[in-house]
């Protein structure tokens, strides 16, 4: 029962190099999340996702693409790091029901 | 735009005592969530609150929505060491979208 995994967990970049994340989940969940979250700060909202085929923007959009082609999979991509990117992203999915909110470990991303 | 703020930002407790942390947000909820994060750790599930004067209780923790006041408190009831770490709520709407919107969290250390 692996439940939201994220991969990489670390990676690091030189400016203007391209990556895409990952985060897969097994449990069949409708909806699903990117935040970034920076030293003693909240989560933002990056893009989220409520169901296959769709995404939608959330607070913090700029310079990052997502897509959602498979229902278990969500992808957060980077076309162009820049060091403000430099963050831990956390990946989130949930079903449409009772609706608890399951988090993956998250992805330490370092942009020099 | 829904907006959700955390009341205070930082609690410095002495052990045995009882304190509470507020959550105010902006729209209609369908749903609110209390997480707990440790330093460098993910986010832990504590509450998931779905309708008015909903009151959920683990431990010392007790945690209530007020859907008419768009308000909720987690309350901490003898605090002890073990507690220390940092609490967030978050809000999802219907309304503003199914966005799931964190608030920025208290950051909560308790003393002996």
């Known amino acids: 029962n692996a439940g939201v995994t994220q991969t990489p967990k670390f990676r690091v970049l030189k400016t203007g190099q391209s990556m895409t994340l990952l985060c897969a989940q097994d449990m069949n969940h409708e909806y699903m999340y990117w935040y970034r979250q920076d030293p003693g700060m909240g989560l933002r909202l990056i893009h989220y996702?409520?169901?296959?085929?769709?995404?939608a923007k959330g607070e913090v959009p700029d310079g990052y693409n997502v897509s959602r082609l498979k229902k278990q999979n969500f992808l957060l991509g980077l076309e162009s790091a820049a060091p403000s990117q430099t963050s831990v992203y956390f990946c989130a999915s949930r079903d449409r029901g009772l609706g608890e909110l399951f988090f993956g470990e998250g992805s330490r991303l370092t942009v020099l | 735009e829904l907006k959700v703020e955390q009341n205070p930002l930082f609690l410095s407790m002495q052990e045995g005592k009882n304190y509470t942390i507020y959550c105010n947000y902006s729209t209609t909820s369908d749903r609110l969530y209390w997480y707990r994060q440790d330093p460098g750790k993910s986010l832990e599930s504590l509450f998931v609150l779905l309708s008015n004067g909903a009151v959920k209780q683990e431990g010392r923790l007790m945690a209530s929505l007020d859907t008419k006041a768009r308000l909720s408190t987690l309350h901490i009831t003898a605090a002890v060491h073990d507690l220390s770490a940092t609490y967030f709520c978050a809000v999802v709407s219907k309304a503003a979208g199914n966005k799931l919107t964190f608030g920025g969290g208290t950051r909560v250390l308790v003393k002996p």
């Open positions: 996702s409520v169901g296959e085929g769709t995404t």
